[in-house]
């Protein structure tokens, strides 16, 4: 299973990597980066633990036959 928080930050990185100035941190139980043209991004820095007996929104859609293509637009 992919981390989604260094997935998220490892994507912020690819996208600003050349754009300007990076900096980034952790402070108050979130982690931060920022790009000197504007751009930030902060996660907690953990993910809560799931809630026993109760099945994640991944479980919930693969119950449901969807695919995460089939969430993605709710218009369709």
């Not at 996208?15 to 931060?32: A, F, T, V």
């Not at 109760?54 to 695919?67: F, I, T, Y």
Request: hydrophobic share 35%; aromatic share 4%.
């Amino acid at each position: 299973m992919r981390d989604p928080i260094l997935a998220g930050l490892t994507a912020f990185l690819v996208e600003h990597q050349y754009c300007g100035e990076l900096d980034g941190g952790r402070d108050n139980g979130s982690i931060w980066l920022q790009c000197s043209c504007g751009a930030h991004i902060t996660h907690p820095a953990s993910i809560p633990a799931p809630i026993p007996g109760r099945p994640s929104k991944a479980a919930n859609h693969q119950l449901a036959g969807l695919d995460a293509e089939d969430t993605q637009d709710p218009g369709r």
